[in-house]
């Protein structure tokens, strides 16, 4: 016993099963949860989280670090702070975007060997489907890699091709091996264009060349996947934007494929119809959609169609985005705020609890509810339910204190991801993150942002403490 460290409070939610109450949480020295005892025991803890809310660390399971390759745009250092600044304790690294594209075993290892001593809190990575490399992804799970993800349009990087139905078939035939998981960005071409003799500068422009009915199409082709599959091959669709797409969905389930869902804190927070001219920090593939299309999805939030919440951080760098801020400069003949020819992806790492929480309480939605969209099934999804999304004796000590009354306005200084262009800033939220806990370590202390202490600098722990996760995938028990 001399070994634990305990972590108390008297708002203390275990799972989101359970009542909100007092508890005090023990760890042991390998980061692993001893025991917890209904009570708030302050003496001798080394966090006392008194009225805030002590919670479990979040889960994202859907992040762009782009590294390595194009740590301009971003980087795992970088991306790692902003995490735990946010109470996320674990990150999923998406396949692309980085270079080498993480599509087979060697380029998983080249990823891995990057992030070593620059984790702030745990990282794993997915792998990439693309044509002719089926034979890869057995070999890349073996490794470690969480899964997989494929994109049935273009990408937007010349490395990371779509796949078309029979290759797509050629892959999942290997995933059936392994009972594997495979994710799709899930739009198709329908004919749509943009229309060229609109003002590139104007939102509805863009928006209306990616219409719903892409994201509609593609899904009938992953349900259609999915039950040729079943039950062996899990479909999971990345980022669904598209209400339109939620009858098929729920049709699917009804139906019990082993189909998930997800949807992006920014289409659950931002309508189309308030997103300002020449403001590319907006733009992202598939589109904001309208109020309408948001109040749908939070239909689906809440009747449990959507299965889980992620930021799908995709930032890159001004110039890209066709915007001047953080020292961008345009090339020559560029637009500034061209939202046709910018770079499609919302940076928000580590800023979607305030976000969920500011706009989701006003909807009905319970920290129980928090807990099971931004925890707990993005732990599942990932393959770590055995290890993260809920405290429970054996599991990791992964926690975030957080004030749910607190005012947060998102301004520059609170932004940790490397380039500091976003839609939320300035935005004036509800909820302040004080602590990110990684078993059992602190790497995020919000009251240690202006010590001269030489284990903390700038509220972040002076040591990297994050791990790279590779272990056995546990989705079920």
Request: charged share 25%; hydrophobic share 35%.
């Amino acid at each position: 016993m001399s070994q634990e460290t305990a972590f108390t409070g008297k708002r203390v939610l275990l799972n989101s099963s359970a009542e909100i109450g007092p508890a005090t949480i023990y760890v042991d020295s390998a980061g692993k949860i001893s025991r917890i005892i209904n009570e708030h025991l302050p003496e001798g803890a080394a966090i006392d989280a008194g009225n805030k809310v002590l919670m479990p660390g979040i889960v994202d399971g859907h992040v762009h670090i782009n590294q390595p390759g194009r740590t301009q745009w971003e980087g795992v250092v970088t991306a790692s702070h902003s995490a735990a600044a946010g109470g996320v304790t674990t990150i999923v690294d998406m396949p692309l975007n980085c270079i080498p594209s993480t599509v087979t075993a060697d380029a998983y290892i080249q990823k891995r060997e990057s992030f070593k001593d620059g984790m702030w809190v745990d990282v794993g990575t997915w792998g990439g489907v693309v044509p002719g490399n089926a034979g890869d992804l057995v070999p890349m799970l073996e490794v470690g890699a969480r899964g997989f993800k494929c994109f049935l349009c273009d990408s937007g990087v010349e490395e990371f091709p779509p796949v078309n139905e029979d290759q797509l078939r050629a892959a999942m035939t290997e995933l059936e091996k392994k009972n594997g998981l495979i994710m799709f960005h899930a739009e198709m071409d329908t004919g749509a264009s943009v229309d060229t003799t609109q003002d590139p500068t104007d939102y509805n422009t863009f928006l209306s060349s990616r219409p719903p009915n892409m994201e509609v199409k593609a899904i009938d082709l992953v349900v259609k996947m999915c039950r040729e599959f079943a039950p062996h091959v899990t479909c999971h669709i990345v980022h669904l934007s598209a209400a339109d797409a939620l009858p098929a969905i729920r049709a699917a389930k009804a139906e019990g494929l082993p189909l998930t869902v997800e949807t992006c804190f920014h289409y659950l927070t931002i309508n189309a119809e308030d997103v300002p001219s020449c403001s590319t920090e907006y733009k992202c593939c598939p589109p904001i959609r309208s109020k309408s299309n948001r109040d749908k999805l939070w239909e689906a939030i809440l009747d449990g169609t959507i299965d889980f919440v992620v930021s799908d951080h995709s930032p890159c760098t001004p110039d890209l985005k066709l915007h001047p801020c953080c020292g961008g400069k345009l090339s020559a003949g560029a637009v500034e705020g061209d939202f046709v020819k910018a770079w499609g992806g919302i940076a928000s790492v580590g800023i979607g609890l305030p976000l969920l929480w500011t706009e989701g309480r006003q909807r009905g939605l319970s920290f129980q509810d928090i807990v099971r969209l931004i925890c707990e099934r993005t732990a599942v999804h990932s393959g770590l339910k055995d290890r993260k999304g809920r405290i429970a004796a054996g599991l990791d000590a992964d926690f975030v204190v957080w004030d749910p009354e607190e005012d947060n306005q998102i301004t520059v200084d609170k932004l940790h991801f490397r380039n500091k262009l976003t839609p939320y800033q300035e935005r004036v939220c509800k909820g302040v993150v004080h602590q990110t806990i990684v078993r059992g370590n602190t790497v995020y202390d919000v009251t240690k942002s202006a010590t001269n202490d030489n284990k903390w600098e700038k509220g972040f722990s002076k040591n990297a403490l994050g791990q790279w996760l590779d272990t056995p995938i546990v989705r079920s028990d």
